[in-house]
Every structure is written in structure tokens, then in C-alpha cells.
């Protein structure tokens, strides 16, 4: 599975930003996947996450529960993270993942990741 996330950029406190993670390859073998960030000096931490095959399930980390939204589209084998009253808190590198089992929080039971696309929330 190869994943290429896209969709960065700078944008000012209260702004929104839209991230695209497209996958390639035994697209059959995800069950979950999910969206984390990293900012400099932190470990890496967990955003969100859908059910790839149904979409029925999400989930999202407490500090950005009603502010973000994760989507996606099988058609175009691509998830989305909407990002919505951005904060300088959420300036980071963020990262999709994917994972052939159910959804969980913890970077280190994901299978696959993208290269990571930063974003900046700045005035």
C-alpha cells in the first residue's frame, strides 16, 4: 500500500484547510485509515480515523472533536481530514496511515504512512 497525502499549507488562526491521502497499491488489504500529526520536538500523534471499507466508524482525538472531519471516498480510493477553527496548537506535519486491522489510536499499529504534508496556522 502506498499513501500520498497532500493538501498543507499556511493558513491563519479561525482559517480551514482540506488534507487528501490517496492510496495506491492492495488498496483490499485497509481496513482503517487514519490521520496523525507531529510538530517539532513532540512524538507523533493521533488525529483521526475511519473505517476504510464501510466509513460507518470514525474517531477523533479530543482536541479536535468538532472542529475536524475525517471523510472518505472509495471511488477515488483517497480520505480526507477537513480542518475547520484552526489553532496555532495544530501547526504540525500530518501524516495518513493505514492499517488491514480495526480502528485504533496508537502510531505504532499502523502498517503504512505517507510522507506527511505540513501545516502552519499563523497570523
Known amino acids: 500500500v502506498q499513501l500520498q497525502a497532500s493538501g498543507g499549507g499556511l493558513v491563519q488562526p479561525g482559517g480551514s484547510l482540506r488534507l487528501s491521502c490517496a492510496a495506491s497499491?492492495?488498496?483490499?488489504?485497509?481496513?482503517?485509515m487514519g490521520w496523525f500529526h507531529q510538530a517539532p520536538g513532540k512524538k507523533r500523534e493521533f488525529v483521526a480515523a475511519?473505517?476504510?471499507?464501510?466509513?460507518?466508524?470514525?474517531y477523533y482525538a479530543d482536541s479536535v472533536k468538532g472542529r475536524f472531519t475525517i471523510s472518505r471516498d472509495n471511488a477515488k480510493n483517497t480520505v480526507y481530514l477537513q480542518m475547520n477553527s484552526l489553532k496555532p496548537e495544530d501547526t504540525a506535519v500530518y501524516f495518513c496511515?493505514?492499517?488491514?486491522?480495526?480502528?485504533?489510536?496508537?502510531?505504532?499499529?499502523?502498517?503504512?504512512w505517507g510522507q506527511g504534508t505540513q501545516v502552519t496556522v499563523s497570523s
Open positions: 496511515a493505514a492499517r488491514p486491522s480495526v480502528l485504533t489510536t496508537y502510531p505504532h499499529e499502523y502498517n503504512y
Open positions: 497499491g492492495s488498496i483490499f488489504s485497509i481496513n482503517t
Open positions: 475511519i473505517s476504510w471499507r464501510s466509513g460507518s466508524s470514525t
